[in-house]
């Protein structure tokens, strides 16, 4: 157990909807990363965020949004789902915004059906 | 930003036999450069990491090694068996810029 916690674990939705995935850092960390990774492929950076600002942006769609809030938990919303957006979602935490060891949740699995 | 590369995409060695993956990152800032496993489904997880302080480190079967000069680093697996079948991630970052991490390496490991 990595000390992230990510929910939910699946999660099954229609083309056209929005969902909103959670992350919890171990405790102590301020930074937090999202990735996307789809299937057979590597981790694609999508955000990250150091106590409350984001810091960093990657290939984040704009259909896509996040923030980190004041307890440090961070929130990654996908909008307009489209087929493509089929994934596994991980967030990472680190104790700061780099340098140090990032430590990954179990995911979210994202179906668009 | 950092750019990291990573090769090969894909190694196949047999059990017992040695396995070396190799990356290199382009910004001279980064300091610190962990290795990831991730098997089928499951979270990335670090198994080894090395500061610029140091050029070598090592963990029972698994080492890393880091030229910074030529802005390269390594991960060694000796004794390979059939569970360090995975996909492998290397990743750099420095004190003040985010990890970045290269496309992985799909290690299979033969009996």
């Known amino acids: 157990d990595s000390g992230v916690t990510q929910t939910p674990k699946h999660l099954i939705t229609a083309t056209g909807q929005r969902v909103t995935l959670r992350c919890s850092p171990r405790s102590g960390d301020l930074s937090v990363y999202w990735y996307q990774q789809s299937l057979d492929q590597g981790l694609q950076f999508l955000i990250q965020?150091?106590?409350?600002?984001?810091?960093a942006k990657g290939n984040i769609l704009e259909r896509f949004s996040a923030q980190q809030f004041p307890d440090l938990h961070s929130e990654l919303n996908l909008s307009s789902l489209e087929l493509g957006d089929s994934a596994l979602y991980f967030c990472?935490?680190?104790?700061?915004?780099?340098?140090?060891?990032?430590?990954f949740g179990q995911g979210t699995r994202l179906t668009v059906v | 930003g950092e750019n990291v590369e990573q090769h090969p995409s894909t190694l196949s060695v047999q059990e017992g036999d040695s396995a070396v993956i190799k990356c290199t990152y382009s910004d001279s800032a980064s300091n610190y450069f962990p290795w990831y496993k991730q098997e089928l489904g499951k979270r990335p997880q670090l198994i080894i990491d090395?500061?610029?302080?140091?050029g070598e480190k090592k963990d029972q079967r698994i080492a890393v090694t880091l030229n910074k000069t030529a802005k390269h680093f390594s991960l060694h697996i000796t004794e390979t068996q059939p569970e360090d079948s995975a996909v492998y991630f290397c990743a750099a970052a420095g004190t003040a810029s985010k990890l970045t991490f290269g496309t992985g390496t799909r290690l299979q490991v033969t009996l």
């Open positions: 965020y150091y106590n409350g600002e984001e810091r």
């Open positions: 090395i500061r610029s302080n140091v």
């Open positions: 990472a935490s680190s104790a700061y915004w780099g340098g140090t060891e990032a430590f």
